[in-house]
């Protein structure tokens, strides 16, 4: 069975829990009745670990004074208290939830009816969204500093230590929170407060994996400081999973927590622990729900932000996972990772390496076939990344032992480290195999295209280098053949999500892509600038434009820094005007009409910002400094809006 929700367009709202489809209304109700219950801390139908912030809002002081709460028929009032943000509505975290569907009812004496939500609580552990545990997995705990995991599960106590920022520009541990050290300083949040910088770091297992909960702490008081909002972080690479991470995401961001921001993040919120975008978005839930817990009110927005791995991590999550993330900033991005690039690269570097026509092409020619600029011609740090098309190669083998991974011959039954078995769960097996579907796929493709019919080949390389390419085996050695993707693994990866179309909830959030430019490294670089064209591309193509995303880049840490900060804080601006906006328009409609002036692509050169558009054949500053190039598919003819 595939555990997650077949995403049609427009994409259903509605989540798939425990292999079951739920849709209730927010609210609720069942019939008209002046209480309205919520859940505050994560949609109803994903409350998790057996608790939940519960607001219950009334339509008077009255009914609010006598209103009585229960969870499954047991009064659970006492859990609430008055709520300082809304005086018609009293909040609390609300314990003791059963696995499964709960009811939580709301009546006041004298009301003619009341009200009552059904709460569907997941285990703490999961799985919440992404169906059964990937077995087998290997704990990290005690090298992540929680010490030995104390089921299989990889439990490990919380362990909470506090820090404070230090004049020279360091955290260092504080053992008293209360404490002021001589070298502690302050710091001005966004909303404009100045605080002690202190910070409070809590470090757990949630879902398996090890999450960091970062917020400012003054006087040792828990989000004091804190600017009501959330910032997410994702990590990159991409690995096939079985383990817990060998690092987490969030942390001691300074860029982020000096503004007042909670900072979330987790072991498996980072691709090169598992390249799953649906056990990240679970985890993000999971953390989410449990940090809004801790701080005892939701908090007003969440952005997203990540690199490489990371921002296929926030596109996929704000594409197919409503409330999750309000806003994003992807840097060194790429579109997803159902259709990845990398496979091509390492066929093209076998090509150049083991044929003769491929060892008599120049570097030129090289340059001219793969559209890259590496001094070689080649892209071999592009084909690093297909490691998880190998079912030998694509795990960390510092953490999963290699034997028990697959081996044809002398382990046939062990762990297959690719891709697409790390997503089985969705993709389903082939039943010819017993392996994972899989959406690889090179057949028709005219590599060098664009270089024969520019003259930098003759018909005879053109031909020869499409006669010996070659593809992936079922295992992901290369073979003659080329490959070619299993049809149903198609279907599934359009119908669920998996690819990055640019539909779904995908307008309803603001994005500033990041570039860090390295499209001029000598050796060759994995994250090419135009893998951010091709994403606008594919928002042009569904949408008709490009209204809700940005485009900024810089090179060199001066600008790269400043770049960064820029869009900490143009997201910031951008979704606090969302959030303040009450005119009743869509929420892609407010995305737009509440976009910044500054809101524009840009680019930072010597320390300054340059706007200017971001287009493929412009001359402005930015275009001319940091020019995109290009990638296999697309000299061989592929469009940028094509998946």
């Known amino acids: 069975m595939r555990f997650q929700s077949r995403v049609k367009r427009p994409l259903a709202a509605a989540m798939v829990v425990a292999g079951c489809l739920l849709a209730f209304d927010a609210a609720g109700a069942v019939a008209a009745s002046p209480l309205r219950i919520e859940v505050l801390s994560s949609q109803a139908n994903r409350v998790t670990g057996g608790d939940a912030l519960i607001g219950v809002t009334a339509a008077n002081s009255s009914t609010k004074r006598k209103m009585v709460l229960r969870l499954n028929g047991r009064v659970v009032t006492s859990s609430l208290s008055g709520d ?26 004298g009301q003619k009816a009341g009200s009552r939500l059904a709460v569907y ?25 929680l010490g030995p995991a104390r089921n299989s599960n990889c439990f490990a106590p919380t362990k909470v230590s506090w820090y404070y920022r230090a004049s020279d520009n360091s955290f260092k541990p504080l053992a008293n929170p209360t404490d002021r050290p001589s070298d502690m300083v302050q710091t001005t949040t966004r909303d404009g407060r100045i605080v002690d910088y202190v910070v409070r770091l809590e470090q757990g297992v949630v879902n398996r994996a090890v999450y960091n909960f970062a917020t400012l702490a003054a006087g040792g008081q828990i989000g004091n400081g804190w600017n009501g909002r959330f910032f997410y972080i994702y990590g990159g690479g991409c690995s096939a999973g079985h383990q817990q991470g060998q690092g987490a995401s969030g942390g001691l961001d300074n860029d982020l927590l000096r503004r007042g921001f909670v900072v979330l993040g987790s072991s498996l919120n980072v691709f090169n622990t598992s390249c799953n975008d649906v056990l990240s978005a679970e985890t993000t839930s999971m953390v989410k729900e449990h940090a809004i817990e801790e701080m005892g009110r939701p908090d007003a927005w969440t952005a997203g932000m990540g690199g490489s791995g990371g921002s296929v991590q926030i596109q996929m999550i704000a594409q197919n996972y409503p409330g999750l993330l309000d806003g994003i900033t992807p840097g060194a991005s790429f579109p997803d990772n159902s259709s990845p690039d ?48 190998r079912a030998q190669e694509g795990c960390v083998e510092a953490v999963v032992p290699s034997s028990v991974i697959f081996d044809p011959l002398t382990n046939p039954a062990g762990v297959r480290c690719t891709l697409w078995d790390n997503m089985v769960n969705i993709y389903g097996k082939d039943p010819a195999t017993g392996y994972a579907r899989r959406t690889l796929d090179n057949t028709g493709i005219q590599y060098g295209l664009q270089a024969y019919l520019n003259g930098n080949i003759n018909l005879k390389r053109f031909m020869d280098l499409n006669e010996y390419i070659g593809g992936y085996d079922d295992n992901g050695n290369l073979q003659a053949a080329r490959s070619v993707a299993d049809p149903e693994a198609l279907k599934i990866a359009y119908d669920t999500g998996r690819l990055n179309t640019g539909a779904g909830n995908w307008t309803s959030v603001p994005v500033v892509d990041r570039r860090a430019y390295q499209d001029d490294v000598s050796s060759g670089n994995v994250h090419q600038y135009v893998n951010t064209y091709r994403t606008r591309a594919r928002l042009d193509r569904y949408n008709g434009n490009h209204d809700n995303q940005v485009m900024f880049r810089a090179d060199g840490n001066m600008n ?20 303040a906006d ?12 509440d976009k910044p002036v500054d ?31 290009s990638l296999p598919v697309n000299r061989a003819g592929k469009p940028l809006d094509s998946i």
């Not at 990937?134 to 704990?139: D, N, S």
């Not at 790269?560 to 959030?579: P, Q, R, Y």
């Not at 287009?615 to 402005?620: K, V």
Request: aromatic share 6%.
């Open 84 to 109: 300082p943000a809304n005086n018609k509505r009293k909040t609390g975290l609300v314990s003791g939830m059963k696995q499964g569907r709960n009811w939580l009812t709301a009546w006041a004496p």
């Open 121 to 145: 609580n997941s285990p703490l552990q999961g799985p919440l969204l992404s169906g059964p545990h990937q077995e087998p997995f290997y704990c990290t705990t005690e090298s992540l500093g």
């Open 342 to 389: 990398y496979p091509d690269c390492r066929l093209l570097q076998n090509y150049f390496t083991n044929t003769t026509t491929g060892q008599n092409l120049s570097n030129a020619q090289r340059r001219a076939i793969t559209g890259m600029t590496a001094t070689d011609g080649g892209c071999g740090p592009l084909s690093n990344g297909a490691d998880v098309v």
């Open 560 to 579: 790269v820094n400043a770049m960064d900060s820029a869009a900490i804080d143009l997201l910031s601006t951008w979704l606090d005007a969302i959030k």
């Open 582 to 593: 009450d005119s009743g328009r869509s929420l892609p409609q407010k995305v737009v009409a």
């Open 599 to 629: 809101a524009v692509d840009a680019c930072w050169i010597g320390g300054n910002r340059i706007d200017g558009e971001a287009a493929i054949g412009a001359t402005n500053a930015c275009e001319t400094a940091y020019p995109p190039h």
